[in-house]
């Protein structure tokens, strides 16, 4: 049963877009409303992390880097 559960294959595009949306949609709430918890964007970050996706990781981080950035 193990064996099939990871023989199936899942397009890597599919769960990429849905977490950069969901990252991108905390990023926006962020951006618009003050004193708006990151905790949700480093939960994405660290999901990312454990799943062995460190550059997607690393560039949402830059990406929310930038935009924190953009206050000062």
């Known amino acids: 049963m193990v064996d099939r559960i990871q023989g199936i294959t899942v397009p890597a595009t599919f769960l990429y ?3 950069k949306r969901a990252f991108l949609i ?3 709430n962020y951006r618009m409303y003050r004193n708006y918890s990151i905790k949700r964007m480093n ?3 660290l999901f990312l992390r454990k799943m062995n996706a460190d550059n ?4 949402l981080c830059r990406l929310f880097k930038q935009v924190k ?3 000062n």
């Not at 997607?56 to 560039?59: D, K, N, Q, R």
């Open 43 to 45: 939960q994405i970050v």
């Open 69 to 71: 950035e953009l206050d």
């Open 26 to 28: 905390e990023l926006l």
């Open 56 to 59: 997607l990781a690393a560039s």
């Open 17 to 19: 877009l849905n977490v």
